[in-house]
């Protein structure tokens, strides 16, 4: 099964890095990424820019409103996801566990993903 393991954290905390902080977050994540990728387990993985770049399209009236920005205020922020090949819920979690002790803080949003385009994914 594909499961989206969802990465929040404060935006302002990542932001704040260091480039050699940063870099060493992201070279102890490839770790991580590069065991599922030779297990064939590993999708697509996204870090999204950040909240100031996003645009919010909110179709509670006619016409839509756009908005700058996210949809919410939270105190942490969407910041990316993976998209990983697990037999079910509980080895979807030991990846995000592995994904969390290399990476300070924030947390990690586990969802069954339902493929209804199937074509639309690589083989």
């Known amino acids: 099964m594909l499961y989206a393991i969802l990465c929040y ?3 302002d905390v990542v932001g704040s890095w260091t480039k050699e902080e940063d870099d060493a977050v992201l070279a102890k994540l490839a770790v ?3 065991k599922l990728d030779k297990q064939g387990r590993l999708g697509p993985v996204v870090r999204l820019l950040p909240t100031t ?3 919010t399209l909110r179709k509670h009236s006619d016409p ?3 908005l700058d920005g996210p949809f919410a205020e939270t105190k942490e922020q969407l910041l990316g996801f993976y998209v990983v090949e697990c037999p079910d819920l509980d080895g979807a979690l030991e990846v995000a566990k592995d ?3 290399v990476n ?3 947390s990690y949003e586990i969802r ?3 493929v209804f385009r199937p074509g639309s994914l690589p083989s």
């Open 32 to 34: 991580v990424q590069d």
């Open 9 to 11: 954290h404060s935006e």
């Open 104 to 106: 300070p803080g924030g």
């Open 64 to 66: 839509p409103q756009v």
């Open 99 to 101: 994904l969390g002790q």
């Open 53 to 55: 770049a996003a645009t």
């Open 112 to 114: 069954p993903l339902s």
